[in-house]
Structure formats: structure tokens, C-alpha cells
């Protein structure tokens, strides 16, 4: 950092007069105005020069990066970095100036180098915790879920646990908003403890269930929690405890229509439900594809933005796949229409997961692949009855699920009920 006496007066005093002129500044203005003014006041200076290089590369009225943003991400860091250890400040600035930079090496393929920030960010957070007394560790969650990403699912499930620990602490049992404890039941399941994955799911259920006695709008949340419950018993082979828990999702779900779900908060559900669906194991039998794949259990929010790209982009190469193997299906329904009923399966979750933040668009977007996938799986059930019934059965809860989710509880209703007689277990109201 250079002396005061090595800085033009000139540009001492233009500096000062943005900050303290009565027009807007822009960004831009702000930031060369901070760089000039940190040379000569470090202590004063330094912590809002990296917090405006931060707001520097991403442009919220336009919606765009800036096409230096790497840069200003390592020029923030820098920055934090030369303030005063000493200064109480000097951590949280220092965090913050990090969490952008690591989105920016994430971007730009950098991913090594994302993940060792990361690290950074977490060894912050421990210090802080630490100090501080407070139980939940910052930047566990962001190290967690790019260990997930990497496939290093041992370790991101050893630091979720941690997590989920801390999180029940603080809330004294009460943790209502379920996005770490997803997150933590898919990294048990991904690194192969699934026992684990199940109680922890068994766990979420039973706080949804205890949300929605308090909330009844948290109702349509906790029919969520049950058929996403129900799916992975099934994953793992627990037919009779999946078979209980669709009665239990019944009998919710028939509430729902029979009010019109009027108390139901959709939009917490919806998202709820998209996460939901990156556990229902509908990858599991792609083969892993190059490059980072997205964590279960985690919002797309949280993903890294070149994982999230690869995913969502690649639904334009799904749809073609699947276009080309309806073509072989027709010919060969033998070879062919089942594995069409599985790859279509993956083009609607992806999609789905895509859309659901599109509030205005997300029903009419989604709603046809859903029903195409039901029509699918009647061909297959028509076809070979064996693998067909049960598969018709899951992709009609499937679209059960996505229509509650859309609020159209009546037909939800409907869906689920048809399902529950191919999967032999229709009795009941």
C-alpha cells in the first residue's frame, strides 16, 4: 500500500467530491473514487473498496456480469486482505470478499481453486464460531455442497451431519425450514449410508408434520415430505413402510382437495418440492456425465454456476435423445420403451427443477412433459404390465406431486389415488 505523500492531491480531492457529491455515483465512479482514498486512509477505506468491487461484478438493473468480474473478485480479496489484522472488521470483510471471488472461479471453470476458497471461507467461519459461542459454523454449507459436486460424498455427508447438528441446537429442535437436513439425507445416500439417509428423512417428516399442526399452511409441505419419503423407502427396498406412508399422504392430500388447499403457501412448497425431486433417483441409472454434477438435496440456488449450467443445459440434448428413442420406441417397443419412460423421466425432473422459481411460467411449462411422461408409462403398463404397472405408479405420483405443487389439489388427488390401485393399495376413502 503506498504512502499518502505518493498519492496526486489532485485525485485526493476529485475522489472526495464523488463520495460527496448530491448526484448518483455509478459503481464505477465509487470504486476508482475508494481505490484513490484507501492508498491515503487504509483503515477507513480498505473494507469499502472491497465491498464496492464486490457490488462491481454483478450489474442487478441489467441482470449481467461484468466482463472483468474475475478480476474485481481477486482485487476485492486483496483488499480485505490488506486491512489490519487487528481490525475486529477485517473477517466479515474478508468472508464476504471471498464468497464472491469463489463464485467467480466457479464461473469461470476454475473449480479447484473455488473449492480452496471455500476451505478459506470455512476455516473463517471456525474462528468466528469459535469466538463467538454460536453453534452453526459459517460456510460449512458452501464446503459442503462442493464437496458434494466433486463426488466426495463421504466428507460433504461427515460436514453435513456437523451441520444439521448445530442447526437443531441453535433452533432448540425446531427447525422448521428443512433446505440443510435435504441436503445432509442426500449426502448420506450418495456416500452409501442410507439407513442414516432414511432416519434423517423419517426426521423431516416428522417436523413437517409438526410445522403444519401448528401452520395448517404448511400442510401441502408436509404432504411433500411424505411422497418424497415414500419414494426413497422404495429406493432402498422398504416396500411395506412406503406403502404406509402413501396411505398417510392419501389422507393428506384428500384434506387439500377437499378444502382447495386455500391455507397452503405454495411458493415455499414448490421449492420444497423441486429439491424433493433431485432424491427421487431418477439419475441414478445415467451414466455420470463429465465435469460436476449437481448436489442433491440442494437448491439450484446453491449449486455452483457451472454446475448448474451443465444441468440445466443440457435438457436441450435430453430433448433430442428422447425424441430419438420415441422414434425406436414406436418400432421396438421391446428395446426401446422403457428405457424412453426412464430417460423422459429425467428431461421432466430436470426441467421441473429448472422451472420452478419461474412463478408466472413454471405450471405451463412443466405441466406437458408431466403429462406426456404419464402417457409414456400407460404405453409401457399396456405394453409389458410386469415393469409398466409400477412404473405407470410412480410417474403418476410424480405428477401428483407436481400438481399439488401447481395448487390443482383435486386432480393431485386423482392421480394419486390411480396409483395407489396399480400399486395394489387402494383402499381407503
Same mark, same amino acid.
Given at each position: ?10 485525485? !485526493? ?50 441482470? %449481467? ?5 474475475? +478480476? ?46 471455500? +476451505? $478459506? ?25 462442493? *464437496? ?19 442447526? %437443531? ?11 440443510? =437436513?435435504?441436503?445432509? !439425507? ?63 399422504? %392419501?389422507?393428506?392430500? +384428500?384434506? *387439500? ?5 386455500? =391455507? ?66 414406436? $418400432?421396438?417397443?421391446?428395446? =426401446? ?11 421432466? !425432473? ?27 408409462? %400407460? ?16 410417474? *403418476? !405420483?410424480?405428477?401428483? +406431486? ?28
Amino acid at each position: 500500500m503506498k504512502h499518502a505523500g505518493t498519492v496526486d492531491q489532485d485525485d !485526493i480531492m476529485r475522489a472526495r467530491n464523488v463520495l460527496l457529491a448530491s448526484g448518483r455515483r455509478t459503481p464505477r465512479e465509487e470504486v476508482d473514487a475508494y481505490r484513490v482514498l484507501a492508498r491515503v486512509s487504509p483503515a477507513s477505506y480498505l473494507p469499502l473498496l472491497a465491498r464496492a468491487l464486490q457490488g462491481l461484478t454483478y450489474d442487478t438493473a441489467t441482470g %449481467r456480469r461484468h466482463a472483468a468480474s474475475l +478480476a474485481l473478485g481477486e482485487e476485492a480479496v486483496a483488499a480485505a486482505r490488506s486491512m489490519d489484522p487487528a481490525d475486529p472488521a477485517r473477517a466479515d470483510v474478508l468472508y464476504g470478499a471471498l464468497d464472491t471471488y469463489q463464485r467467480e472461479l466457479y464461473d469461470a471453470g476454475r473449480r479447484a481453486e473455488g473449492l480452496a476458497t471455500r +476451505a $478459506e471461507m470455512l476455516a473463517i467461519g471456525r474462528a468466528q464460531a469459535e469466538r463467538s459461542g454460536e453453534p452453526v459454523v459459517a460456510g460449512l454449507y458452501g464446503w459442503a455442497t462442493g *464437496l458434494s459436486e466433486e463426488g466426495r460424498y463421504a466428507e460433504a455427508a461427515d460436514a453435513l451431519t456437523e451441520l444439521v447438528g448445530a442447526v %437443531r441446537s441453535e433452533e432448540s429442535g425446531r427447525w422448521a425450514l428443512p433446505w440443510p =437436513h435435504l441436503a445432509w !439425507i442426500a449426502a448420506l445416500q450418495d456416500a452409501g449410508r442410507c439407513g442414516e439417509a432414511l432416519d434423517g428423512f423419517q426426521a423431516v417428516v416428522d417436523s413437517e408434520t409438526a410445522e403444519a399442526a401448528k401452520d395448517p399452511g404448511l400442510t401441502a409441505c408436509r404432504l411433500q415430505a411424505l411422497v418424497g419419503h415414500a419414494r426413497m423407502l422404495d429406493l432402498h427396498g422398504r416396500g411395506e413402510q412406503a406403502a404406509c406412508v402413501r396411505q398417510e399422504a %392419501r389422507a393428506v392430500l +384428500a384434506g *387439500l382437495a377437499g378444502t382447495g388447499g386455500r =391455507h397452503s403457501c405454495s411458493g415455499r412448497q414448490r421449492s420444497f418440492w423441486a429439491v424433493l425431486l433431485t432424491l427421487s433417483g431418477a439419475e441414478s441409472g445415467r451414466p455420470p456425465s463429465e465435469g460436476p454434477r449437481p448436489p442433491s438435496g440442494v437448491e439450484p440456488l446453491h449449486w455452483s454456476s457451472d454446475a448448474r449450467r451443465r444441468y440445466f443445459d443440457s435438457r436441450h440434448a435430453l430433448r433430442e435423445e428422447v425424441d430419438t428413442l420415441a422414434v425406436r420406441a414406436a $418400432e421396438d417397443p421391446d428395446r =426401446h420403451l422403457a428405457a424412453l419412460v426412464r430417460l423422459h423421466r429425467v428431461l421432466t !425432473i430436470r426441467s421441473a427443477v429448472h422451472w420452478q422459481n419461474r412463478t408466472h411460467l413454471f405450471a405451463d411449462r412443466v405441466r406437458p412433459l408431466f403429462d406426456e411422461g404419464v402417457e409414456l408409462a %400407460r404405453r409401457l403398463s399396456r405394453h409389458d404390465p410386469a415393469e409398466g404397472t409400477p412404473t405407470l405408479a410412480r410417474t *403418476l !405420483i410424480d405428477r401428483s +406431486a407436481f400438481r399439488a405443487a401447481a395448487r390443482d389439489f383435486g386432480p393431485a388427488l386423482d392421480d394419486f389415488r390411480e396409483a395407489l390401485h396399480c400399486l395394489g393399495e387402494a383402499d381407503g376413502p
